[in-house]
Structure formats: structure tokens, C-alpha cells
């Protein structure tokens, strides 16, 4: 073994160090069609997600099967009131889930899980989300990012042999990355597998490990040391829960979710077989990152789901209340929120499925695609969850309990809000999805023109890359000047007589693709390398390209409702609304992007560091309790209780 471990034992890395590691981890090679990507460098490739792709009727068959099941096990077994009161998921309904099979709904029907498809599960979570959104976190974590998906991609055979039929049936999983002082930046990562033999020895602290409460088996990240026949480095490990040395310090409570089995693990001294390594030492990243490439899409799942809540209460309730003589969905001003309720509604169902069943046929890169359903969805979401409490009134501010308690319906208002407020911090916070999804969406220009804004090239690769970029934009940017939006036919499909016009619609997406690209290259020309730094004007670049895929999947979400019979004309007015708003938050985008105040913003924050503000602060008390902001997470034995508590 090593030496005893200093105190501190985080790694101290520069900002750049920090971006090369990130850098690192990620897909650097595109070797599937994009309609993001597509979509960021200017062009509107409706032919990837247009005719609308289809499960297959046996696809169909067993998941809406699964679906029935699990709605009246929903209906019959699970008390979401019960749930948000006593903090805690019952142990029979998690019991009941296993015998369901829903441990199991993206495990292969050869390990015996159910085998569903990506479109499927999203909406099995949808389904139970709404009964219990707690529970819908828990399955969510087991399988969107736990120990089966990781595995399902980078696991031996022998590893899914092993663990792929317990985490079917029985065994819930977590998935540890999170440390007390390490957050987006894993860089920093501070927890450490020691090898020793045929086995890891892991040392260190992880927080806010969903599930970790009460799982069977980890998914833990760990920094391998490098070492004579080990090239060390962030590394992934499968670790049974009850091993020695794991202590579960605290369950964590939160604002919302309040039946999460979320909570802070020790390793000490932990021994881990070298066998339960998943994939080679240093992967542990970009095997992260590549399970969260389909596993963001349960949160926009669990959104549209929560989406068609509200809009049902909205709906029940504005009916119901009447103000000055007239139902108050009839008062313009409520009328205007239901409207947005709706059509948002209806385009983050749009969005998710459309992205689910992209991943389903694995025939496009969805990185981008499942990215932005994250981002839009979580944003989305929230707002919906407040225009509701807001259209609720005072009730919409009262507890479900207290409601019940005077004699009225029990609507759960604001703890949807509550709910739904994670979602913009889960899996990758607005921020960081913001500067994930720019990294990608610059991809190409940094391919070809990257070395001429890299201060560690030489002369020599400069002129090289100003060559390839030279003939890059002389063939790109006059493709930016005209296309199919400027053509008053493009797009004809989309305005079937007797339906609103969603054709106008793809024709601004289409132009405003192009305005986007000229924008990106125009900001990339003006600060090169400095555009890293510009995050106000990059997480406006990003919203303005959710709001295109929503656009685009909405229509042909549409358009494939009117061709199946299925709501079309309904369809085809709830995407008219939404495009036509969509339509207005991007055109203020498109207005900040070089008229804000982000400079200014930078001043304030300087002076603010500085104090210079801290006269602003007197005239209040702060009820905050003592203690350091960041907890000790210094390697070493426990000192408190277990409070693992598997569910047997």
C-alpha cells in the first residue's frame, strides 16, 4: 500500500487543466447524423426526425402492456400524500415496483428485466412521477444513470451476468460522482482507488448520492493514482452497498422530493475486486458522460408528465372559479397562462418522445438532442408549476394537507413546484448544460479553426489551421445567406387545408438556423479565445437552439398526429401556440445576444466580492446556523451511524 494520505487531499488544478480534463472525456468524433448539431451550424435537416419515427407494434405491444400494469399499480398502491408526509417511500411499494418488474424496465429481457424501449420507459416514468415523483426519482437513478446503463455499454459480459438479474428483480442501484467540494468541476475529484493486488481500495466522501440510502449496488467514481502498470485516472467501480467501510453518514432532506433516499457515503479503506472495474482505469468520465447521454431524457420525461398534471388542474379549476360573473379561465390574464400551460405542454411531449425514440433507433447522435430536452424540459417545467400555484391563487400557496383539512380538494400545487425545482440542478445544472451543449454546438469550428485561438500552438499549426479554416467558411458561409425559409412553398406538408399554418413555423426555424450560425461565428470572430469566458452570451446561443428543436419536434409531432388520426387538428392548434410564443422568447434572445448587461454585470460582481456593496446587507439578521460552507470530507474511519438501510 501507500502512504497516509495528506489532510487535503482534493487536487489542486488550474481552470485550463480543469477544461483539458472535461475535454478529455468527452465524444470527440461524430459518426452519426445530428439534427442538433445540424441545427447550430445553420441548417434546418428536417429529413432526420421527419416522417416522425415509430416504435415497432412489438415495441408497442409490451409497453403499453407494462403501462397498464403499472397504472393500477399506481392508482392502487401508491399514496403520494403519504409519501411527501412522511419523507419515505413505504417499503411495500418499493416491494411491489420489484415484483412489477420496474427495476428492471431498460434491463434486457435476457438478464431478466423487461426490455423496454428508451420511448417507453420515459413514459413509465411520466406515469409513476406523477403518483409520486419521489418514486419516479428512485427508478430514475437506479437505471437513467446507476449501475444498469453503464454496464449495459461498457460492462464485460461476466459483469452483466453477475449484476444485470439482481438489478432486474431485486437489487436498487445509486450512482456516486458528487463530492462535498467537487461538483461539475470533476477534475477535483478527491476520492481515490488504491490498487492493491488483485483489488482497489477506495478512500473518500460522496454527497447527495441519490438512492444511496438505501441502494444494493454503487456505481462509484474514483481517481486511480498512476503507477507502474497503471495509467490511473477517473475510474468507474461496481460496489456492493454492505461492503467494509461504507458508512451512510446522513440521509439529506430537500425542499422537494421528500421521500429521496439521497444521503452522504464514507469509504474507508473499502476493498473493491478489480473484476467490478468497469472499463480500463481513466474512463470513468467519459463513461459518465456517455451514460447521461440518454439518461438526461427521465427529467424531460418526468416534466411532460408533470406538464399534463398541471394542465389538468388548471383546466378542472379555472372551470370551477368564477370572478366577477365568469369562470376565471375566461379572464384574459389567466386565460393567457392555461394557453402557455398547454401548448408547452404539448411541445415537451413532443421533444421527449421525439428524442427517446431517436435514441430508440440509434440511427442518430442524440448527445446534443437529449441535452437540450434536459435543459428545455427542466426550465419549461418550473414555469408551468408556477403559472399553476399562480392560477391557483392563495390555494395554489396552501399544502395539499391544509386543504384537505378545511373541506377542499387536495391539490398538491406547491409541492409540484417544490418537486419540479431540482430538475433545474439534477444531471447537469442549467449552467452546465448551457456550456455543455455550447462546447458541441462550436464543435466544428473548433475542429477547423481551434489551433488559431490555442495559445500552446506553434506558428506552424497556426497556419495550418488558418488554411483549413479558409476553406471551411468560403464553403460554409454563403449556405448562410438563403435557403428553404425564404421560400413561401418550403415545407407545404405542414398546411393541410383546414389546419393552422405550421409550415411559417419550420420557415422561421429555418431561417433563424441560419441567423444562429452567422451569430456563433460572429462572436467566435470577435473574442476567439475569450468566447469560452462569454457564458451570458453562450446560454443565450443554447436557448435559442432548444427553442428550434421544440419548434421542429412540435410540427412533426403534429403532423404526425393528423396523419394517424390520432388529435391532429388539436395537434396542429396546440403547435401553432406554442411555435408562435416560442417565436417571441427567441427573438428577445436574439436581441440579447449583443444588447444586455453582461458587462455591467461583471462590474457589479467584482464590487460585490470586494465589499464594496456590504453597507447594502445592514438592517437584517441572518437566521443561518454556524458551521464551515463545505463539510470535512477528510478521508478516514466513521464517526457517526449507518444509516444504510436496505429494503429487503
Not at 444485470?164 to 437489487?171: I, V
Not at 432548444?546 to 393528423?562: D, G, K, Y
Not at 463539510?631 to 436496505?646: C, F, I, K, L, Y
Request: glycine share 10%; hydrophobic share 40%.
Amino acid at each position: 500500500m501507500t502512504a497516509p494520505l495528506e489532510k487535503d487531499r482534493t487536487p489542486k488544478v488550474t481552470e485550463r487543466e480543469a477544461r483539458q480534463v472535461a475535454e478529455a472525456a468527452r465524444e470527440q468524433d461524430w459518426h452519426k447524423p445530428s439534427f442538433a448539431k445540424e441545427l447550430f451550424l445553420g441548417r434546418l435537416r428536417l429529413d432526420l426526425i421527419h416522417p416522425h419515427p415509430l416504435p415497432s407494434g412489438e415495441a408497442t405491444r409490451r409497453g403499453e402492456e407494462f403501462l397498464a400494469r403499472l397504472r393500477t399499480f399506481c392508482e392502487t398502491r401508491i399514496d403520494g400524500a403519504l409519501i411527501e408526509r412522511e419523507a419515505r417511500i413505504p417499503d411495500d411499494v418499493i416491494n411491489g415496483l420489484r415484483e412489477l418488474g420496474a427495476l428492471g424496465m431498460k434491463i434486457d429481457t435476457k438478464y431478466g428485466g423487461l426490455g423496454l424501449t428508451q420511448l417507453y420507459y420515459n413514459r413509465a416514468l411520466a406515469l409513476v412521477g406523477s403518483a409520486s415523483p419521489a418514486i419516479g426519482a428512485l427508478l430514475s437513478a437506479h437505471q437513467s444513470i446507476g449501475v444498469p446503463q453503464p454496464l449495459k455499454t461498457f460492462g464485460t459480459e461476466e459483469q452483466k451476468d453477475t449484476f444485470l438479474p439482481r438489478l432486474a428483480r431485486t437489487d436498487i442501484s445509486a450512482f456516486l460522482l458528487t463530492e462535498p467540494d467537487v461538483g461539475s468541476d470533476p477534475a477535483r475529484l478527491a476520492t481515490t482507488a488504491v490498487p492493491d493486488g488483485d483489488e482497489y481500495v477506495l478512500d473518500g466522501v460522496k454527497l447527495w448520492t441519490t438512492n444511496g440510502v438505501v441502494a444494493d449496488l454503487l456505481v462509484v467514481m474514483a481517481r486511480v493514482p498512476k503507477s507502474e502498470g497503471h495509467p490511473g485516472g477517473i475510474t468507474a467501480f461496481v460496489v456492493e452497498a454492505d461492503s467494509a467501510g461504507i458508512t451512510v453518514e446522513n440521509r439529506n432532506a430537500f425542499m422537494g422530493l421528500r421521500g429521496l433516499e439521497n444521503g452522504v457515503t464514507r469509504f474507508h479503506q473499502v476493498r473493491v475486486p478489480a473484476a467490478n472495474r468497469i472499463g480500463p482505469e481513466g474512463a470513468g468520465l467519459k463513461i459518465a458522460l456517455t451514460t447521461l447521454n440518454t439518461g438526461r431524457l427521465s427529467l424531460p420525461a418526468m416534466c411532460a408528465g408533470a406538464g399534463k398534471w398541471c394542465l389538468k388542474i388548471a383546466r378542472e379549476w379555472s372551470a370551477a372559479r368564477e370572478q366577477w360573473g365568469k369562470p376565471v379561465a375566461r379572464h384574459e390574464a389567466v386565460g393567457a397562462k392555461i394557453s402557455f400551460i398547454a401548448a408547452t405542454t404539448f411541445a415537451l411531449e413532443a421533444v421527449v418522445d421525439l428524442a427517446s425514440q431517436l435514441a430508440d433507433e440509434d440511427r442518430n447522435d442524440i448527445r446534443i438532442e437529449a441535452a437540450l430536452a434536459k435543459l428545455f424540459g427542466s426550465e419549461m417545467g418550473c414555469l408551468i408549476a408556477d403559472e399553476l400555484v399562480q392560477i391557483r391563487g392563495g390555494r395554489g400557496f396552501e399544502t395539499a394537507d391544509s386543504l384537505a383539512a378545511r373541506g377542499e380538494r387536495a391539490v398538491p400545487a406547491e409541492q409540484m413546484l417544490r418537486d419540479l425545482r431540482i430538475n433545474r440542478i439534477f444531471e447537469g445544472s442549467t449552467e452546465i448544460m448551457h456550456l455543455l451543449i455550447a462546447r458541441e454546438a462550436v464543435d466544428a469550428h473548433l475542429k477547423v479553426a481551434g489551433d488559431l485561438i490555442d495559445p500552446d500552438k506553434s506558428l506552424g499549426d497556426k497556419a495550418r489551421a488558418g488554411a483549413q479554416a479558409t476553406a471551411f467558411y468560403a464553403r460554409w458561409l454563403p449556405k448562410l445567406v438563403t435557403g428553404p425559409g425564404h421560400s413561401p412553398r418550403s415545407y407545404g406538408e405542414f398546411h393541410p387545408a383546414g389546419h393552422p399554418d405550421l409550415a411559417v413555423h419550420l420557415r422561421y426555424a429555418e431561417r433563424s438556423a441560419r441567423k444562429l450560425a452567422r451569430s456563433t461565428f460572429l462572436a467566435m470572430s470577435r473574442w476567439q479565445g475569450r468566447m469560452e469566458t462569454k457564458q451570458g452570451f453562450l446560454g443565450r446561443i443554447v436557448d435559442i437552439g432548444a427553442e428550434l428543436f421544440a419548434i421542429s419536434a412540435t410540427c412533426v409531432r403534429a403532423e404526425m398526429l393528423r396523419v394517424s388520426g390520432d388529435h391532429g387538428r388539436e395537434a396542429y392548434q396546440l403547435a401553432d401556440a406554442f411555435c408562435r410564443q416560442s417565436r417571441l422568447r427567441i427573438e428577445e434572445l436574439f436581441t440579447r445576444l449583443w444588447s444586455n448587461t453582461d458587462d455591467i454585470d461583471r462590474r457589479v460582481v467584482d464590487g460585490v466580492l470586494a465589499g464594496r456593496y456590504e453597507w447594502l446587507e445592514e438592517g437584517i439578521v441572518d437566521p443561518s446556523g454556524d458551521g464551515p460552507w463545505i463539510a470535512d470530507a477528510t478521508p478516514g474511519p466513521s464517526e457517526r451511524e449507518n444509516v444504510h438501510r436496505p429494503i429487503r
